[in-house]
């Protein structure tokens, strides 16, 4: 049973909704802040899309959040390993493109007053569904995320299918043009979309 589907309302995150709202607590300030303001402008400069659900029986109550926005993973910058690991799964008329077409989850985030029931997955699997639904208006093949490099939410993304772009982190910082020796901030990682289009 999904509680998100049962016992809340899908929309857009407006910035009359947030000032009408509760403030959201999520696990991360950074999160937090950008829920409480920063997608205005990122909405605005189209640079990404923030939706959420609220608690059908306290419409003041945003229970999880998220931004999203067009990318590609550029398969001819990747090492010739990741390349191939990605044109494996694609069609062989299609394995030469330059580019996939995928979507970036920017940001995402539950309330801290619903988190250990669950939503965190069941907002993932909602976020898959819609990109493979027939209304989709955009070819996407990939779902990618510059998840923070940390335990737990590499482990929410690793334990929702997503897998690592690059098999090290030496790999991803030469291709993303970092000389440094401190671990990364972020790490790239995906999800094929196929996969559920063709259950």
């Known amino acids: 049973m999904s509680f998100l589907a049962n016992n809340c309302t899908f929309q857009p995150l407006t910035e009359s909704l947030v000032k009408k709202s509760t403030p959201f607590v999520c696990d991360d300030d950074d999160l937090c802040e950008f829920f409480a303001k920063d997608f205005i402008p990122y909405n605005q400069d189209l640079f990404g899309k ?22 590609s993973i550029k398969a001819q910058l990747l090492p010739k390993p990741e390349r191939n690991k990605l044109a494996r799964k694609v069609a062989n008329q299609k394995r030469n493109l330059k580019s996939f077409p995928a979507v970036l989850i920017g940001r995402l985030g539950v309330n801290k007053d619903f988190e250990g029931k669950g939503i965190g997955k069941e907002l993932m699997e909602f976020i898959k569904a819609w990109f493979i639904d027939s209304e989709n208006k955009t ?20 334990n929702n299918g997503f897998n690592f772009i690059f098999r090290s982190e030496e790999e991803e910082k030469e291709y993303s043009g970092i000389v440094s020796v401190d671990q990364l901030y972020t790490r790239l990682m995906f999800f094929d979309l196929i996969i559920l289009s063709k259950e």
């Open 50 to 71: 923030t939706y959420c659900f609220t608690l059908d029986e306290k419409p003041d109550i945003i229970v999880c959040a998220f931004t999203i926005s067009n990318d």
């Open 139 to 158: 070819g996407c093949r990939f779902l990618v995320v510059d998840s923070y490099n940390k335990e737990r939410p590499i482990k929410y993304y690793s």
